[in-house]
Nanobody, 119 residues
């Protein structure tokens, strides 16, 4: 099993920045990728960004390209999401997720951290 713990959420004004962190523990040796998703009130969960663990290939949703950066620290089994130029529409609960080598998608999920951007 894998456990994911997010941190770094909070309240920020539009145009500001936040950095989210997610640390994985447990059976993480077969990690293929980690990613961030978000869910705004009344909306479905959506993909934000992901990064593969061995090649550091990353991908982003169009809505965050150029503003958000995903990175990882293998030694700490931690993934980060640097969020700059935040907009009120970025307000959501942000979830960390992990995909194992044998998984077809993101299988393990954190409990989420709230990000609120005020206008």
């Amino acid at each position: 099993q894998v456990q994911l713990v997010e941190s770094g959420g909070g309240l920020v004004q539009a145009g500001g920045s936040l950095r989210l962190s997610c640390t994985a523990s447990g059976r993480t040796s077969s990690t293929y990728a980690m990613g961030w998703f978000r869910q705004a009130a009344g909306k479905e969960r959506e993909f934000v960004a992901s990064i593969t663990w061995r090649t550091t290939s990353s991908g982003y949703a169009d809505s965050v390209k150029g503003r958000f950066t995903i990175s990882r620290d293998n030694a700490k089994t931690t993934v980060y999401l640097q969020m700059n130029s935040l907009k009120p529409e970025d307000t959501a609960v942000y979830y960390c997720a992990l995909q194992g080598l044998l998984d077809t998608g993101f299988r393990f999920w954190g409990q989420g951290t709230q990000v609120t951007v005020s206008s």
